[in-house]
């Protein structure tokens, strides 16, 4: 099982036991800062095509969410997929774009339960609120609850679920970055975010890019057992997330939480619960 307050990126690596080393999983070994290839130039700060909760995405898209999916298929010489450097360096671009403008940001990325599929991301940048109440929270929630955070960075609330319930994710530097209903014996509704973004506009392949910086994640179990330990299919999302741009933007301070939802409550459903992962960028 994982268990809650160590370092990552070795806790993802492995489903039981206690944190690994870097080098005991099968990430990239390369230094921080060092990439593969150029990296492509990057968008605007605007927002780019939204799509629905399939990850299809529109045609409307602009280019101020990282990365470029016109083209996945082909690599560099490394084995790292040719999207990876672009997205990367989009995605710094936004981050660095909107650091400037007084905003933090967060990437909130949806993953089947069973197979670790990814669905889609979202990226939420907001004015950070560090004096931001658990109250304020409460009152700007669908589901107010109890405060299952275990950092102080962030509020998760919980409402336990009789026939309905759910569970909210406010960030006092990113602002509210997940919320969605816990139902009896059917499925919940995903508040937010609203849309999510086609998974390839966040790179592929790009585990030989360059390792991320250590950074701390926190799991919140809302499907069975205890809380704080995810269950053990949350291992396959480790791979996922390796390859995309998403982990190789950390920067010190950054956090992760994991949460599995279960979306329906009764007799567990795997088919309809999923993963969500939350990077919080300082």
Known sequence: MMRSHLRFPALLCVATGLALTLAACDGPDKQIGQLDGES??????????????????DESGESGEPGDSSDTSSTDE???????????????QKLSDEQGNGNSCALVLRYTYETAEFIGWHINCAPPTPDLSLEEAQMMSAWPGNDE?????????????????????FSKRSGLLFEGSIVW??????????????????????????????????????????????????????????DTAALYA?????????????????AFAPDVAEFVVVIDYP
């Open 40 to 57: 492509g130039e990057s968008g605007e700060s605007g927002e780019s095509g939204e799509s629905d909760e399939s990850g299809e995405s």
């Open 78 to 92: 490394t084995g790292a997929d040719d999207s990876c450097a672009p997205a990367l360096a989009a995605l710094e």
């Open 149 to 169: 955070s275990t950092t102080e960075d962030a509020y998760v609330l919980y409402t336990s679920p009789g026939d309905f319930g759910g569970v909210t994710y």
């Open 185 to 242: 014996a059917g499925m919940g509704d995903i508040l937010h975010p609203e849309h999510v973004e086609d998974p390839l506009m966040l790179g592929t392949g790009c585990a030989d890019t360059q390792p991320p910086q250590a950074v701390e994640l926190w799991p919140y179990n809302f499907v069975v057992g205890d809380l704080h330990v995810l269950p053990e299919e949350a291992s396959a999302v480790a791979g996922a997330l390796w």
């Open 250 to 266: 950390v920067t010190p301070g950054t956090t992760i939480a994991v949460i599995a939802y279960p979306r329906t409550v009764g």
